[in-house]
């Protein structure tokens, strides 16, 4: 099995993000490990900081979700409110708040319950504001409200080949936010159709999108980026265009729980626009951030042209 905690800041004013990711991975017959990975993007300054931490000490602390290593030396923690932790040369201290309810992207709750999907995702902070300062060899960086998310994964089995997309600091709409997961899993042999499931939040207003159902999905992606149709509640149609920076996408190998792996290529400084179509086409409405957005690519590919940096999840 494996499990993750991860969170993404991102900077209202310029290309810089901050991608902190948790892990927990337990191959048969062995002790669990933890790992901590620390990306700081930068479209400014070509491929981005990466560093990976990984250590048998693991625990669940009374106020927080995951700790990896131990106190006092390298290693981090997560949980609600507040991100500590040291990954080689990076070592951060962040706050965050939100007034946003979990997302559970998968639409009925008993889905956690059961076998399939085999991965299953929430973002227990869809949407929050970060402040406090990340520090990497000669360059320190204050995040002072900067918008981003925290979310939580885990099964037994990676899917095939999967998106995670989300959006924050539109230019018309600083409240707005996307959130949604796109897979494709082997059954029998066969690769199933891409299923979405997520939301999108404006107006004050949470709109579900995808779901097993739901018609009209389109998917063309590559490490590049992305065009995306996906249908949401009551008829609302969302059209996504993800494209990434030249350069700035960071790329690492996922171990399989059951054996294999997976390439990832990250850019969580990407460019978004979405187009909201509501039932019968009155009050089309689109969205943009220049580098708002964190849009992620599972494969097992290696022609994607993306670095992979020297660690895997093993």
Known sequence: MYESFYLRAVSPTEPVGVWIRNTVHKDPGRRPRGSVWCTVFDARRGRPFMHKLTTDRLSAPADAWIA????GSQGAVLGPGRAAGSCGEARWSLSFSSEEPELLHLPRRWLYRAPLPRTKATSPVPMAEFDGVLELPGRRIELRSWPGMVGHNWGSEHAERWIWLHGVGFEDAPDAWLDVTLGRVRIAGRLTPWVAN????IDGRRHRLGGL???GLRVRESAGGCALVLRGESGLAVEARVDVPRDAAAGWRYTDPGGGDHDVVNCSVSALALT?????????RTLRTAHGAAYELGMRDRDHGVPIAPFSDG
Request: charged share 25%; glycine share 24%; aromatic share 0%.
């Open 68 to 71: 990896v290593g131990e106190q």
């Open 198 to 201: 997520g939301a999108l939040a």
């Open 213 to 215: 159902v739901a018609r």
């Open 276 to 284: 909201l179509e509501p039932p019968g086409g009155d009050g089309r």
